[in-house]
């Protein structure tokens, strides 16, 4: 009887992840696709209405270190970016080593029109987020990300979760609740606003902007 319980719940799980993935690659797509539709059909590209000069603070985005940190890096990122991949284990390594010197910012800006499934797993981190256990979500989605960008990605961001020892019930009403996917979308309009097109994209004390892939040492030169 237990395992027949289990296993049910696991298939209403799934089926609420899978409806989940429908309305959020739809909603991504439709925002992410639009100007090129507008361009192959000779139409005005439509541009953000507002334009930032720096990230926004939000309490709701993942951080890793103090706020008093001398090197504070603002992480615009894609979780199945494979640039991404290389670059965030890079960061996370820098503000490892220098705890009290780094503070991670990570801001979701994922790519449908590359990525199907970019938004679902940038949903599912920020609901691993809520309970504490986004760096952890963090760093087994990125190792796992081959296997995240096709039809499994259900039963995998659910395995996932289970290992970092998230409360699943909680996990299961955050996946599915409208401010999560607000927060994603949040983030990516903020990445428009701030005019990124690419992933990873960062920026190193509101001041430094980077885009493209980044290596320790590189990182590590501007903590001289």
């Not at 296997?147 to 909680?170: E, N, Q, R």
Request: glycine share 4%; aromatic share 8%; charged share 20%.
């Amino acid at each position: 009887m237990t395992n027949t319980m289990t296993t049910r719940k696991f298939y209403i799980a799934f089926a609420i992840l899978v409806s989940l993935v429908i309305l959020t690659l739809v909603a991504f797509t439709l925002v992410i696709a639009l100007p090129m539709l507008q361009k192959m059909l000779g139409v005005e590209i439509s541009k953000p209405k507002i334009t930032f000069e720096k990230p926004l603070v939000n309490p709701l985005n993942p951080v890793l270190g103090p706020n008093d940190a001398k090197l504070k890096i603002v992480e615009f990122s894609d979780f199945l970016c494979p640039i991404c991949k290389q670059t965030s284990p890079e960061i996370k390594r820098l503000a490892k080593n220098y705890p009290d010197d780094v503070q991670i910012i990570w801001k979701n800006f994922p790519n449908t029109q590359l990525h199907p499934t970019a938004s679902i797993v940038a949903i599912a981190a920020q609901c691993a987020n809520e309970q504490d256990k986004f760096w952890e979500y963090h760093d087994l989605v990125f190792k796992n990300q081959s296997s995240l960008a096709d039809d499994s990605v259900g039963p995998m961001l659910l395995g996932l979760a289970d290992v970092v020892g998230v409360i699943k019930t909680d996990f299961i009403k955050c996946l599915s609740s409208p401010e999560t996917l607000a927060q994603i979308t949040k983030d990516f309009e903020e990445g428009r606003a701030l005019s990124i097109d690419g992933t990873p994209y960062l920026f190193i004390n509101d001041v430094i902007k980077i885009s493209g892939s980044m290596l320790y040492e590189e990182l590590q030169e501007y903590l001289q």
